[in-house]
């Protein structure tokens, strides 16, 4: 049996989990080491009796538990994080390739990463409007940051390799050829059209970078209002409406970032730079 332990990427074996969980382990050698001592009064029985007790346990328990809404939650969230994180890792390589190691961004992120971290630690512990979706798309804003970073950084590459004064004189240079009617004039069409149209992408790609640096101060700022909104929040009190309104513009936010992905593309040798979402039966509260 395939199990999520050899690829990362692959569909977790619930089986398998509860197999290798440790507890289980624990168990199991819990049940051995009975076993042997068991086996010096009783000899091969005594050896044999708890680990056949322990077998029984497991079949009974496979039954139910692989199938649980709960563990399952419990495992594909695990799943989840590690995805994050590969993602994450590999995003990093590529901005400390393209930015310099003092750039203040990574203050940014890393004052994101706490903040994240600290409305977990606030959910786990208080009643709250944050939901367990609600804090899978908090933790799926690191990669949105650093994503929305890289495509930043992508952006200013591909401005600095096109140089338009130098394409508008190429073009001014075309009209006048065309404009002597020249016996090559199909083929000095195409080029003048193939220069407006690098003109056109790269006066689009400055609108896009804008947008994005734009995007690049909006996340950080969002997840900080759910965090002073949180820590708003009396202890025993549920969602405020200020909570609900700061949650929402996360989500807004993360909706309106969502074109980063087609910049992403010729940087990335990765498919998807955000995760999926899967619903959750549990709730942030406890």
Not at 49 to 74: K, Q, V, Y
Not at 162 to 176: K, S, T
Request: charged share 30%; aromatic share 4%.
């Amino acid at each position: 049996m395939e199990h999520g332990g050899h690829d990362p990427e692959a569909q977790p074996s619930y089986l398998w989990e509860m197999l290798t969980s440790p507890l289980n382990i624990n168990l199991g050698m819990g049940a051995f080491a009975l076993g042997g001592l068991l086996a010096l009064p009783l000899g091969l029985s005594g050896l044999i009796l708890p680990m056949l007790a322990f077998a029984a346990g497991d079949a009974i328990a496979a039954l139910f538990i692989p199938g649980s809404p709960t563990f399952r939650a419990r495992v594909d969230r695990k799943y989840r994080d590690r995805r994050r994180e590969r993602v994450i890792d590999h995003l990093r390589r590529e901005i400390d390739q393209r930015s310099a190691a003092d750039d203040p961004r990574w203050q940014v992120y890393d004052r994101l990463r706490d903040r994240i971290a600290s409305l977990r630690e606030m959910a786990r512990h208080r009643r709250s409007g944050v939901t367990a979706a609600d804090l899978e798309k908090l933790d799926d804003a690191c990669v949105d940051f650093l994503g929305l970073w890289l495509a930043e950084l992508g952006m200013r590459e591909r401005q600095g390799a096109v140089n338009e004064n130098a394409i508008a004189a190429r073009i001014a240079e075309l009209d006048r050829r065309l404009s002597s009617d020249p016996p090559d004039r199909p083929s000095l069409e195409r080029a003048r059209a193939d220069l407006e149209e690098v003109l056109v992408r790269h006066q689009r790609l400055a609108s896009r970078k804008l947008a994005t640096e734009a995007a690049l101060l909006a996340l950080p700022d969002a997840v900080e209002e759910i965090h002073h909104a949180m820590v708003a929040l009396p202890a025993s009190g549920e969602g405020s409406a200020r909570l609900q309104e700061a949650i929402d513009r996360l989500r807004l936010e993360q909706e309106l970032e969502h074109g980063y992905g087609s910049e992403l593309k010729g940087i990335l040798p990765i498919a998807k730079a955000r995760l999926p979402q899967h619903s959750s039966p549990e709730g942030a509260s406890r």
